[in-house]
T-cell receptor
Framework: GAVVSQHPSRVICKSGTSVKIECRSL??????MFWYRQFPKQSLMLMAT?????????EQGVEKDKFLINHASLTLSTLTVTSAHPEDSSFYIC????????????FGQGTRLTVV | DAKTTQPTSMDCAEGRAANLPCNHS???????VYWYRQIHSQGPQYIIH???NNETNEMASLIITEDRKSSTLILPHATLRDTAVYYC???????????FGTGTRLKVLA
């Protein structure tokens, strides 16, 4: 299957700082990428849909000024957690759907964010 | 809100077939059913998807009922590495948004 890579896989940051997470589709072009958050022992929760060249669409209850999403190219989307707090500690996962018309999406390996 | 219903957990003996059911009674005619699995602390892994017909690939088989209101994922010979949370999802062709339910925690026993 297609490969989606996230970086970093693990990050620890101080409270009040910002953290950027990258999501890349390595062997295909992705018009649409999705960002999820997952707390321990819970399911994935969709945060936002990221479309190349346009503003992201956020799910209800997700603060767009706190979780900045940029999708500048067909292979890269970034999620920036601004002014991070301990409650933002979570597992963040991206997924991407191929431009080629296949309907399934492929997921990155996830980024474990710990805010101390 | 999640639109699929799955058992919370299942056990399966190693080497036996694992049959994981999913109810998606509100699915529409043009919506695909997708199955993914998530092994601890990793991103979900794509397994298989289908629309109407049964599907098979190197990982699993997908059986979709004629009314499309439910489906079953079959892992023909489960191994210990198949221990994971399995998610059944469907989405419209327009949005491709996946809304995850709670999934089924499959434990393969030696």
């Amino acid at each position: 299957g297609a490969v989606v890579s996230q970086h970093p896989s693990r990050v620890i940051c101080k409270s009040g700082t910002s953290v950027k997470i990258e999501c890349r589709s390595l062997d295909f072009q992705a018009t649409t990428m999705f960002w999820y958050r997952q707390f321990p022992k819970q399911s994935l929760m969709l945060m936002a849909t990221s479309n190349e060249g346009s503003k992201a669409t956020y799910e209800q209850g997700v603060e767009k000024d706190k979780f900045l999403i940029n999708h500048a190219s067909l292979t890269l989307s970034t999620l920036t957690v601004t002014s991070a707090h301990p409650e933002d500690s979570s597992f963040y996962i991206c997924s991407a759907r191929s431009l080629a018309g296949s309907t399934e999406a492929f997921f990155g390996q996830g980024t474990r964010l710990t805010v101390v | 809100d999640a639109k699929t219903t799955q058992p919370t957990s299942m056990d399966c003996a190693e080497g036996r077939a694992a049959n994981l059911p999913c109810n998606h009674s509100t699915i529409s005619g043009n919506e695909y059913v997708y199955w993914y699995r998530q092994i601890h602390s990793q991103g979900p892994q794509y397994i298989i998807h289908g629309l109407k017909n049964n599907e098979t690939n190197e990982m699993a088989s997908l059986i979709i009922t004629e009314d499309r209101k439910s489906s079953t994922l079959i892992l023909p010979h489960a191994t210990l590495r198949d221990t994971a949370v399995y998610y059944c999802i469907y989405t419209t062709s327009g949005t491709y948004k996946y809304i995850f339910g709670t999934g089924t925690r499959l434990k393969v026993l030696a």
